[in-house]
């Protein structure tokens, strides 16, 4: 069975701190991690990593992919209460199809 | 930007009661997909739809549940005979290829209810 795992589940940060969020994984057929953003209803995409130790920047949001220690870390820094959402971790898991296997998610609430 | 959408917002139903969810994936997309998420647990598979056919399909995807796209546009989930543990936000996503290098682009969500 394919099994992501986020951490923490949840955390409660202020303004202007840094938040890392982790995903690691065990899965039969690797193809892509991707990380989404789910505020009140669909998730929202943020990033696909398919190298490992290649870093994805997209603002305050970065991204990096470690495939031999299958973890990914997500980080935010100076954090504003727009980031305020659960973020996702999922993994395409299928030669087929790119079926995601989903992670808990990592609710962030950060605080004026 | 394109974006996937999906109607209708909020199904509320009976058990026993057929419902369908539609969703209007992104236009040049190929790829089709439906995961649900029960409240308070993780958005799960449920079916992938390419070529007028399913692709792939997770065990919780039983002969309760169908899919079509019924004509060039839309693409549909019906559920026969509904049971409470049915109740979930159920999402449709797109993509415009199957390769790892694709991303599934999320629509906003029908959150069924069954009562």
């Known amino acids: 069975e394919d099994k992501v795992v986020q951490s923490p589940l949840s955390l409660v940060v202020h303004e202007g701190d840094t938040v890392t969020l982790n995903c690691s994984y065990e899965?039969?057929?690797?193809?892509?991690l991707l990380w989404y953003k789910q505020e009140k209803k669909a998730p929202t995409f943020l990033f696909m990593l398919?190298?490992?130790?290649i870093e994805k920047k997209s603002g305050r949001l970065s991204s990096i992919l470690d495939k031999k220690e299958l973890f990914s870390i997500l980080n935010i820094t100076a954090t504003q209460t727009g980031d305020s959402a659960v973020y996702l971790c999922?993994?395409?898991?299928?030669?087929?199809?790119?079926?995601?296997?989903f992670g808990k998610g990592n609710q962030v609430v950060v605080i004026p | 930007e394109p974006e996937v959408t999906q109607t209708p917002s909020h199904q509320v139903t009976q058990m026993g009661q057929e419902v369908i969810l539609r969703c209007v994936p992104i236009?040049?997309?190929?790829?089709f997909y439906w995961y649900r998420q029960i409240l308070g647990q993780k958005v799960e598979f449920l079916v992938s739809?390419?070529?007028?056919?399913?692709?792939?399909k997770s065990e919780i995807f039983d002969d309760q549940f169908s899919v079509e796209r019924p004509d060039g546009s839309n693409f549909t989930l019906k559920i026969r005979s509904t049971k409470l543990e049915d109740s979930a936000m159920y999402f449709c996503?797109?993509?415009?290829?199957?390769?790892?290098?694709?991303?599934?682009?999320f629509g906003p969500g029908t959150r069924l209810t069954v009562l």
């Open positions: 996503a797109s993509s415009e290829r199957r390769l790892a290098g694709d991303t599934q682009y």
């Open positions: 899965v039969t057929n690797f193809r892509s």
């Open positions: 398919t190298s490992s130790g």
């Open positions: 999922a993994v395409a898991v299928s030669y087929g199809n790119n079926r995601l296997a």
């Open positions: 236009s040049n997309h190929l790829y």
């Open positions: 739809f390419y070529n007028n056919e399913i692709s792939e």
